[in-house]
């Protein structure tokens, strides 16, 4: 009964697709591309066997590569198909993975796409990364023998309430899943209240995301573009964040410090430029690849796929979508560049990993955008400070690595 609402609802919002996919092409041109693909309609299927990863937008599709290579190794036989739900998401996929891998978009939850998408994949295994859940993805998958796995799930408390207003949906999808692993043993706790019958933890598999040897030496390059200065890097940055440094940065100039930001979704990187601009400051653009002028007091880091680099490059990272509510973005990666890590007080999306990288000595917790400047200073400063944050960092990442090969196994069993 649950569902049958749920997919009426799906119905009454069907004539509003367009829509919004038009409203959301202002801004990612990308959305009008491959619509098809949203209602289960695609190119030729594939002739091989395949194992079929969702990975929704680009933390899960980063999280899901090294899972990729270690699928790809186990069973070279077969193909990996990669969907997700956003441009930025496929776009991440084709520059970590290139043509390793098919990829495609999820459909909608609507019953008949997904029995298209089913048809033409015809996967061994599906596995969801994170935590989507698709009440007709799983009852469909259930239906034509397809196990569909949740694996690397995460569930924070806020997201745990909004799935409690639908118990008997959100129990059904739970209980129609082949199997679960979660990060952590509160991930697993929070599944179980909702309504899964077994979880197990296997860690988060973003540990296991290693520094590429090309994106360091990137950063290095990118370092001597922009000279001896301290680099203070504002990294992942969500809407409303870059205003309030800005306007700290303004208030308590510091000095000749270069503030780098990299705003999370490339839709906004002209944006976040205007915004610098407007704020008084002396803009560059990463994407001139030009040697940062030494006037220059903002750089925005308006470039995909180099993160790592921006890491490689700075002398203190503030890891964005902490600042205000979003629940923060990736630390992990940060801490395994041997960084020193600012979080603010929103890491919902990353608890566990936050808590522990403050433990161990690898993070420090800010409140306001002007804690987060006092905070970077007085680590610039102090260059012994920042070495040992930066080798905590990197034992805590290398402390927490392993999940792949335990989610390699869990998959392995599904498909036995």
């Not at 929704?56 to 193909?79: C, F």
């Not at 956003?86 to 495609?104: M, Q």
């Not at 408390?157 to 129990?171: D, H």
């Not at 400070?385 to 196994?409: D, I, L, N, Y």
Request: glycine residues 8%; positive net charge; proline residues 6%.
């Amino acid at each position: 009964m649950a569902r049958l609402f749920y997919n009426l609802a799906l119905l009454l919002l069907l004539p509003y697709v367009g829509l919004h996919l038009f409203l959301r092409s202002r801004r990612q041109p990308e959305y009008l591309r491959h619509v098809g693909e949203r209602f289960g309609r695609y190119a030729a299927a594939p002739q091989q066997p395949l194992i079929w990863l969702h990975a929704v937008s680009v933390g899960e599709t980063r999280a899901a590569s090294p899972l990729v290579a270690a699928l790809k190794a186990r069973y070279p036989q077969h193909a990996i198909l990669l969907t997700h739900m956003t441009p930025t998401g496929r776009r991440t996929s084709a520059e970590l993975l290139g043509d390793g891998v098919l990829r495609a978009y999820l459909p909608y939850d609507y019953p008949l796409a997904v029995r298209r998408f089913l048809r033409h994949f015809r996967p061994a295994v599906g596995v969801i990364m994170e935590t989507e859940l698709w009440p007709n993805l799983v009852a469909v998958c259930k239906a034509q023998g397809v196990p569909l796995l949740l694996t690397n799930a995460r569930l924070s408390e806020k997201s745990a309430r909004r799935y409690a207003r639908f118990p008997n949906l959100t129990r059904g999808a739970l209980q129609g899943l082949a199997a679960l692993a979660a990060q952590t043993g509160q991930d697993a706790d929070r599944l179980r209240a909702l309504g899964a019958p077994q979880v197990e933890v296997l860690g988060n598999v973003k540990f296991d995301t290693l520094p590429p040897p090309e994106q360091l030496a990137l950063g290095e390059a990118l370092r001597r573009k922009i000279g001896p200065r301290p680099v203070l890097l504002a990294a992942s940055t969500r809407e409303g964040e870059e205003a309030l440094l800005f306007a700290a940065r303004a208030q308590h100039p510091p000095g000749e410090t270069l503030l780098v930001v990299v705003p999370r979704h490339p839709q906004r990187f002209e944006e976040v430029a205007a915004l610098a601009a407007r704020a008084g400051f002396a803009v560059q653009r990463r994407s001139e690849d030009a040697p940062v002028a030494a006037r220059t007091q903002v750089l925005i880091g308006d470039s995909m796929g180099e993160l790592f680099a921006y890491y490689a490059a700075c002398d203190v990272a503030f890891v964005g979508g902490s600042l205000l509510d979003y629940g923060s973005q990736n630390l992990i990666e940060a801490c395994a560049v041997g960084r020193p890590v600012l979080i603010g007080p929103s890491t919902y999306n990353f608890s566990h990993a936050a808590e522990q990288a403050l433990e161990c000595g690898a993070a420090k917790r800010i409140g306001t955008a002007e804690e987060l400047l006092e905070a970077a200073q007085a680590l610039l400063r102090d260059e012994a400070a920042r070495r040992r944050m930066g080798e905590a960092g990197r034992e805590f990442a290398a402390r927490h690595r392993g999940a792949t090969a335990k989610t390699v196994e869990f998959i392995s069993r599904a498909m036995r």
